[in-house]
């Protein structure tokens, strides 16, 4: 089978397991007595940045961490400037107040923290640590007010979300199977290209790799749960920067130069102010059409560096 024929394949497959990913996570939360939004942020996001994970853990080992940080740092802009940029120029976007408040602050200093830690050209264990502390500070955070948020509700909505789980992790197996076939056909189409390592992780990898998020925050709005979408959306960001990008630094500290991931971060951080709603919390088309013509605009800047 050829690349363009797994790509196909990928995005077929990422398109059911979003639908019974959505489902199952809808479900969680009921069962769970926890807003939706907050599953999304924590569980969905943990679950769709997997695929990033599994890049990034296999570039450090096999010695390629240019490919693991490009694919990151590629899947946070893929996420919020195309992603919710698709989804708000077709339909509205309502954020919730928790994604503005908590999380998103979180998801603009992330590569903020990032670009400051490599203007000394290098990240090592030290930086990754600090990079994994502050994740875990910002979880236990959001685990504390998911506690909070539980209600008391007991009894049939557990019965009626018995199979969530099951649906959870089914629809999870065919969005890591689904980013999969994108990766290694997004890999053969960018060695055909002849690009550098960290261009074809930031670009088609990180395009690949973000398949899971794209498939569920469109399922979501189409089902009437933008909010499941948004902060998954959200969460993933937060996950590829601080827990990725800080785990490939513990298992293999590497140097880089500087302007090798400037672009990136600073798209990364525009993207993500970006989503500050200006008036209420809802993200109109004119904001979806920004987003994407900022995705257009960092595909082009990158493409000239290639060059």
């Known amino acids: 089978m050829d690349d363009f024929a797994l790509l196909l394949a990928g995005m077929a497959l990422a398109a059911l397991g979003g639908e019974v990913f959505v489902r199952g996570t809808v479900g969680v939360a009921a069962r769970l007595r926890v807003p939706v939004g907050i599953v999304g942020v924590t569980i969905a996001a943990f679950a769709t940045s997997a695929p990033e994970m599994a890049v990034g853990v296999n570039a450090a080992v096999a ?10 740092l590629g899947s946070s802009v893929v996420n919020i400037a195309l992603i919710l940029g698709i989804v708000s120029l077709v339909t509205p976007l309502t954020l919730s107040r928790r994604d503005v408040r908590r999380d998103l602050p979180v998801a603009l200093a992330a590569p903020l923290v990032l670009g400051l830690l490599t203007l000394d050209g290098r990240l090592d264990r030290t930086d990754g ?7 875990l500070a910002w979880i236990g955070t959001t685990v504390r007010h998911a506690v909070d948020a539980r209600d008391g509700t007991i009894g049939p909505a557990e019965d009626r979300h018995r199979h969530a789980w099951l649906l959870t992790v089914g629809g999870v197996a065919l969005l890591l199977l689904a980013g999969r076939l994108v990766i290694v056909a997004a890999r053969g189409i960018g060695e055909t290209l002849g690009w ?25 709005r189409v089902r009437g749960h933008g ?5 998954t959306v959200i969460g993933s960001n937060i ?19 500087v302007d090798e991931i400037l672009v990136a971060v600073i798209a ?40």
Do not use: C, K, Q
């Open 129 to 135: 640590a600090v990079m994994v502390t502050v994740f």
């Open 239 to 257: 996950f590829n920067t601080l827990w990725i990008v800080g785990g490939v630094a513990l298992i293999r500290p590497f140097s880089l130069h």
């Open 196 to 220: 550098d390592p960290f261009l074809v992780g930031s670009t088609i990898v990180a395009l690949g790799t973000s398949m899971p998020e794209l498939a569920t925050a469109v399922v979501s």
């Open 268 to 307: 990364g951080a525009v993207a993500a102010a970006l989503l500050i709603p200006l008036r209420g919390l809802t993200l109109g088309r004119g904001r979806g059409a920004v987003l994407i013509g900022g995705y257009v605009a960092y595909l082009g800047l990158l493409a000239l560096r290639g060059a």
């Open 227 to 231: 909010d499941l979408g948004a902060s």
């Open 63 to 72: 010695g390629a961490p240019a490919v693991a940080v490009g694919d990151a």
